[in-house]
């Protein structure tokens, strides 16, 4: 199937998120680790951390205000364009993205700002979209509208 052609199903993670820049050499955020999505990522360069907001000290520099949309797996290590085919979309719409992978799937941070702009651009591409909960579905395509 070619990249233009391919669909798949996203569901909205409940809750606002931040992402942390720690220094290489700092210790363990024990603090992140909490809650059913989370990223703590090491590099010889630095330490990344998505969780959600309200887990992030007051004296950590963050930025929040990021939602999460998970790609509906397990995928194939080997498959390709999963990633290609979400963010072709999202670009177009002028989204940006901040992505992560797991061993099963894909996760796209949007801004909260953006996020009905790119709920909107990945239907458009034909992508399904599911809302946490019918009240956070209705409150978003009543906003959408608006």
Partial sequence: MSRSKRRFDLTVLPG????????AAAP????????EFFSVT????EVSVVCTADQVPKDVKAE???RVLKVKGPFALSEIGVLAALSASLAAAKVSLFAISTFDTDYLL???KRLLAAIAALRGAGHRIREPGAAASHNLSRRKKG
């Fill in 16 to 23: 606002s998120f931040a992402i942390v820049h720690l220094a």
């Fill in 28 to 35: 363990f955020p024990r603090w992140a680790v909490q809650g």
């Fill in 42 to 45: 090491r590099t010889s360069d």
């Fill in 64 to 66: 929040a205000g990021w």
């Fill in 110 to 112: 949007v801004s909260e």
